[in-house]
Antibody, heavy 120, light 107 residues
Framework: EVQLVESGGGLILPGESLRLSCTAS????????MSWVRRAPGKGLEWVSL???????YYEDSVKGRFTISRDNSKSTLYLQMNTLRVEDTAVYYC??????????????WGQGVLVSVSS | DIQMTQSPSSLSVSVGDRVTITCRAS??????SNWYQHKPGRAPKLLIR???VLANGVPSRFSGSGSGTEFTLTIDSVQLEDFATYYC?????????FGQGTRLEIK
């Protein structure tokens, strides 16, 4: 059974840093790209970042230069290093597995999410 | 960036009703459109991939259609467990984008 479990969230001051982790099980972790998606209070889902199986990374514009996605395949763990956090980064952050069928990509498994609250 | 415009933003229906949600892309995304269901406090759930392919384990009352710029999610005979928020997503190009969501409520 595929499982994704996020950790590392919490209450943090603006300008500070936080690292989220997502531990995966039930599949061969290094064969899939992985994503982070967030949902801010009262808003919809927003894609944040993606890392391919070959470690190519992509970011949404508002987090470029502040967030870094990475993975440790030996630990089946995905990370999101978040620096210079802003109030508007407050959200529940989800990690999600990316699967493909040909060139079509989709998020077929998601974690339960972890809350990041940025407030003074 | 490709914008995904979803409508309506909310929908009030009764159990047994047929529901259609629409998503319009700002440019052609061929069939690289997916649909998700999200309930409060739960992980989002993939319903439809590649515009019209039902994800594993999803009831057959859910269906998707469309290509290019217009996509629809249809729920035939809405059940109590279907009341949730629904999102379309495009994976044609980076940045990946979602529609703003459609909240399905009980009438």
């Amino acid at each position: 059974e595929v499982q994704l479990v996020e950790s590392g969230g919490g209450l943090i001051l603006p300008g500070e840093s936080l690292r989220l982790s997502c531990t995966a099980s039930g599949f061969t972790f290094n064969k899939n790209a992985m994503s982070w998606v967030r949902r801010a209070p009262g808003k919809g889902l927003e894609w944040v970042s993606l890392i391919s199986g070959g470690d190519t990374t992509y970011y949404e514009d508002s987090v470029k230069g502040r967030f870094t996605i990475s993975r440790d395949n030996s630990k089946s763990t995905l990370y999101l290093q978040m620096n210079t956090l802003r109030v508007e980064d407050t959200a529940v952050y989800y990690c999600a597995r990316v699967s493909t069928h040909g060139r079509d990509g989709y998020n077929d498994y998601w974690g339960q999410g972890v809350l990041v609250s940025v407030s003074s | 960036d490709i914008q995904m415009t979803q409508s309506p933003s909310s929908l009030s229906v009764s159990v047994g009703d047929r529901v259609t949600i629409t998503c319009r892309a700002s440019q052609s995304i061929t069939d690289y459109s997916n649909w998700y269901q999200h309930k409060p406090g739960r992980a989002p759930k993939l319903l439809i991939r590649a515009a019209n392919v039902l994800a594993n384990g999803v009831p057959s009352r859910f269906s998707g259609s469309g290509s290019g710029t217009e996509f629809t999610l249809t729920i035939d005979s809405v059940q109590l467990e279907d009341f949730a928020t629904y999102y379309c997503q495009q994976t044609y190009s980076i940045p990946i984008t979602f529609g703003q969501g459609t909240r399905l409520e009980i009438k």
